[in-house]
């Protein structure tokens, strides 16, 4: 059984920074891929940021330059930090991995996902 839990979320101004954490346990972390997923009132679950077992990492184009992914292995973390936040990004963030993802943008190829932790940016 694998289990993802994350923290950090927060109410912050926009253009402030947060950071999340992704706590993972139950599988060997070292080789997933893990992902982050968000998901705004009334719309569908989006791809934020993935970073593979060897740290390689990708973004959605609108928060590349503003969020970075990252992981620790040592303690089965994936950590997402968010910079100049806008209103936009308001949302419930999921941290997400599965056993096999040859397309980490794609939700589908996930297999556990971590209930969430709210996000909101305020203006």
């Known amino acids: 059984q694998v289990r993802l839990v994350e923290s950090g979320g927060g109410l912050v101004q926009a253009g402030g920074s947060l950071g999340l954490s992704c706590a993972a346990s139950?599988?060997?972390?070292?080789?997933?891929?893990m992902g982050w997923f968000r998901q705004a009132p009334g719309k569908e679950r989006e791809f934020v940021a993935a970073i593979n077992w060897s740290g390689g990492s990708t973004y959605e184009d609108s928060v590349k330059g503003r969020f970075t992914i990252s992981r620790d292995n040592a303690n089965n973390t994936v950590y997402l930090q968010l910079n100049s936040l806008k209103l936009e990004d308001t949302a419930v963030y999921y941290c997400?991995?599965?056993?096999?993802?040859?397309?980490?943008?794609?939700?589908?190829?996930?297999?556990?996902w971590g209930p969430g932790t709210q996000v909101t940016v305020s203006s």
């Open positions: 139950g599988r060997t972390f070292r080789t997933a891929t």
């Open positions: 997400a991995t599965g056993s096999l993802v040859p397309r980490p943008r794609d939700r589908g190829e996930y297999d556990y």
